[in-house]
């Protein structure tokens, strides 16, 4: 159906009611009065009904008109916002991007970033793939990603460094690997259940360093610390991630010779920087600069 009144109409509505007459109305819309009561009274005659009521000196919204005015700001919102996708598509700005990030890298943080870019371009979809390990290789191998964060650059790509994470042996303070009273060894670790994350590249190896005589691979982190802190076996975790769990007890470093803890730099790795949309990389623009903010600040590791 062909619509019968237009978004200035509408607008006009709108203007009367928040602005709190015709006269403040067309102020607001810097047009005359005689021509923002046309609009009002042309819609009302396009609808058949009547928006306004005359209440002494004030015009009052009618049940009708209540009901318009409310869908009228969705309507001149909604044409808003289509107005602006266009300009960001006539830009160049992508409609969607694919984010590739190993599940290592601090979720708040990505979070914080997204947000940031939502805020520059609200009508670019993200497609998030959280991946481990090589998984980001195939992301963005496959095209589904445009952009990666990861600790493994494939081959053909080339990355920045982004992040230095610190990673800790621990297991619950009562395993059997707590109370030896000593430090520990490489054949201490093999006799007990190691638990590890499995990866998400298709194309996945037995499983990354020591090799223990019992090992659980789970299909993410948080289930992996669950474990951890319920006994059920020891593994490396990114320290930002189980911060709590070590300061609750539940999780205790072990006390290993040597390895006890690992230092893993994560990489920003964009797909195609020669052709890389604006989109793609201003989210990068925004995750370098979310990590230099929060060095400064002394909360990486």
Not at 38 to 64: I, S
Not at 183 to 212: K, Q
Request: hydrophobic share 40%; net charge neutral.
């Amino acid at each position: 159906m062909t619509p019968r009144v237009s978004l200035e109409q509408w607008r006009a509505l709108i203007a009367v009611v928040d602005a709190g007459g015709y006269q403040q109305a067309a102020e607001s819309l810097h047009k005359s009065q005689s021509s923002v009561t046309y609009a009002v009274k042309k819609l009302e005659a396009a609808l058949g009904v009547e928006a306004f009521a005359v209440e002494g000196r004030k015009a009052v919204l009618t049940p009708v008109g209540r009901l318009l005015y409310r869908r009228a700001r969705e309507l001149v919102a909604d044409a808003g916002s289509l107005e602006q996708s266009a300009r960001h598509l006539s830009a160049g700005w992508e409609a969607e991007i694919g984010l590739s990030v190993e599940v290592i890298f601090p979720t708040w943080l990505l979070l914080r970033c997204l947000d940031r870019f939502g805020a520059d371009s609200p009508h670019t979809r993200i497609e998030l793939y959280e991946s481990v390990m090589r998984g980001a290789a195939e992301d963005l191998e496959s095209g589904r990603a445009q952009l990666a964060v990861t600790a493994h650059v494939p081959a053909n790509y080339l990355g920045d460094p982004l992040l230095d994470l610190r990673f800790v042996a621990v297991a619950h303070p009562d395993h059997p690997l707590q109370r030896l009273g000593r430090p520990l060894r490489e054949r201490d670790l093999r006799r007990h259940r190691r638990l590890i994350v499995r990866e998400t590249s298709s194309d996945r190896p037995t499983g990354p360093g020591l090799e223990t005589e019992q090992r659980w691979t789970v299909g993410n982190m948080p289930t992996s610390i669950g474990a951890a802190c319920r006994g059920y076996g020891f593994a490396w975790f990114p320290e930002h991630k189980i911060r709590n769990e070590l300061a609750e007890g539940s999780l205790k470093p072990l006390p290993l010779a040597r390895g006890a803890e690992r230092r893993v730099t994560v990489y920003l790795v964009v797909a195609e920087p020669e052709t890389a949309g604006p989109g793609v990389a201003r989210l990068a623009d925004i995750l370098r600069e979310s990590v230099a903010e929060l060095e400064a600040q002394g909360r990486a590791g």
